[in-house]
């Protein structure tokens, strides 16, 4: 029987969609790739590679809807975010997407920068000018972070996704 894969993503700066046209590459020929808001119910494929961007430390509101419909299937997160993909936010984040998808066989893990949406930061530079000491607020560090997210995904983030996906799918192909 042929095994069906699927990539679901939701971006919103474009990060996130750019990443799983990359996976959706390293998956088989006959791999679909789908928006969360046009992608199918996830009961017909043996392999979802399902990704978002990090909210608040979550996968997005839409992202994790879906999450919650798929049970009992092999998957691969991968996640866009503003912060380093070291860091322990991004780590912090990583672990929420997986309890969201605990009844499932998480077989990969991906997670690199992005650049942040405008109106974030237009909204952190509020912030600062209202409360210099809120966490959120414009700093040096901040801005420095900022401007090397602003920088992703690029060329060899997204030939990491892909690759940490095809080593999944020769996994699969040999079980």
């Known amino acids: 029987m042929?095994?069906?894969?699927?990539?679901?993503?939701s971006s919103k700066t474009g990060n996130?969609?750019?990443i799983a046209k990359a996976i959706n590459k390293a998956l088989p020929e006959e791999s679909e790739v789908f928006s969360v808001q046009n992608a199918p119910e996830p009961n017909d494929y043996d392999f979802i590679a399902i990704g978002g961007w990090v909210d608040k430390g979550?996968?997005?509101a839409a992202m994790q809807n879906y999450m919650n419909k798929i049970k009992n299937k092999n998957v691969g997160i991968f996640m866009t975010l503003g912060a380093y993909p070291d860091s322990q936010h991004a780590k912090d984040?990583?672990?929420k997407a997986r309890q969201l998808l605990k009844d499932n066989?998480?077989?990969c893990e991906f997670i690199c920068q992005g650049k942040v949406d405008p109106q974030l930061i237009k909204r952190m530079r509020e912030m600062t000018k209202n409360n210099p000491y809120h966490p959120h607020a414009m700093n040096e560090e901040r801005k420095a972070r900022l401007a090397e997210a602003a920088k992703h995904p690029n060329q060899l983030d997204c030939?990491?996704?892909?690759?940490a996906f095809a080593k999944?799918?020769?996994n699969i192909q040999g079980a």
Do not use: G
Request: glycine letters at 0%; charged letters at 25%; a negative charge.
């Open 93 to 95: 984040s990583m672990q």
């Open 105 to 107: 066989d998480i077989l």
């Open 168 to 170: 999944i799918f020769e």
């Open 159 to 163: 030939q990491n996704a892909a690759e």
């Open 2 to 9: 042929k095994m069906k894969y699927m990539v679901v993503y």
């Open 58 to 60: 979550m996968p997005d």
């Open 16 to 18: 996130t969609k750019m």
